[in-house]
């Protein structure tokens, strides 16, 4: 889970538990795992798959973003073939990624990269695209999407961004309902450089928008 536990959303049996397992971590135990008894093979089922079943608590770099390095590259476009495919994503070259690395993230669990986005800024606009926004398929609905954006959305306001802008062809709904962008028919609002690329492949794709 990628989140927060607050106060109160806890059971005292529970809390004095994740109590133990902080002190753990304190005191150099870099995970604690905590599993249900009762539930058959839960162990095996925590053993084997990335994220597990139970309820973890780390010290380590377990669950993190980052920035993309030149090693990440090959995997990134392993991951985002099926979405290109289905015409989800924009094909990226391998070079142009490479170019333009600094713009990239990646999201990790247990050293596998689940996760990718990018920020593109327009600074003459004051303007930046979410772009490349992917999580794995059997990694969906844990919440990476929306740590990813969240993210890069404050990676660009950290970079003093007036505006966000997403193209998107399936997923417009997922950013209108879940973080409030809104759909523009006025290009005027993209900038310039970036019009001339969709002019040329606009796939159709929404243009959505949002104030920061
Ligand atoms: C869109 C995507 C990044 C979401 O990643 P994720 O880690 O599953 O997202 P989150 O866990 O933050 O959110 C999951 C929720 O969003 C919903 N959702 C996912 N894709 C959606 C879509 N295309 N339209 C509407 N809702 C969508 C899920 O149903 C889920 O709903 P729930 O919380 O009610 O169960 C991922 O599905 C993906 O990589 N899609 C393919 C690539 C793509 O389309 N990228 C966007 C390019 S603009």
Redesign the pocket.
């Known amino acids: 889970m990628w989140g927060r536990i607050e106060a109160g959303e806890v059971s005292s049996g529970l809390r004095s538990k994740l109590k133990q397992a902080v002190r753990a971590c304190r005191e150099g135990v870099n995970r604690v795992h905590l599993i249900n008894g009762n539930r058959d093979d839960a162990l095996l089922a925590e053993l084997f798959s990335n994220e597990g079943i139970g309820t973890m608590i780390f010290a380590d770099d377990y669950q993190q973003i980052r920035k993309a390095t030149p090693a990440d590259v090959d995997e990134m476009l392993l991951m985002m073939r099926r979405?290109v495919e289905d015409e989800?994503?924009v094909e990226r070259d391998k070079n142009d990624i490479l170019d333009h690395l600094d713009d990239y993230i990646v999201m990790e669990i247990d050293g596998n990269v689940v996760?990718v986005g990018a920020l593109h800024v327009y600074s003459a606009e004051m303007a930046a695209e979410?772009?490349?926004?992917?999580?794995k398929n059997d990694?969906?609905?844990?919440?990476?999407?929306?740590?990813?954006i969240t993210y890069l959305e404050n990676r660009a306001k950290s970079l003093k961004m007036n505006q966000l802008f997403?193209?998107?062809?399936?997923?417009?709904?997922?950013?209108m309902?879940?973080f409030s962008y809104q759909e523009s028919n006025n290009l005027e609002e993209m900038p310039e450089g970036r019009r001339t690329k969709w002019e040329q492949n606009g796939r159709n794709a929404k243009f959505l928008v949002k104030r920061i």
């Open positions: 979405a989800q994503l996760g979410l772009a490349c926004i992917h999580v990694h969906e609905c844990q919440g990476y999407g929306k740590a990813l997403v193209l998107s062809t399936q997923t417009a709904e997922y950013f309902n879940r």
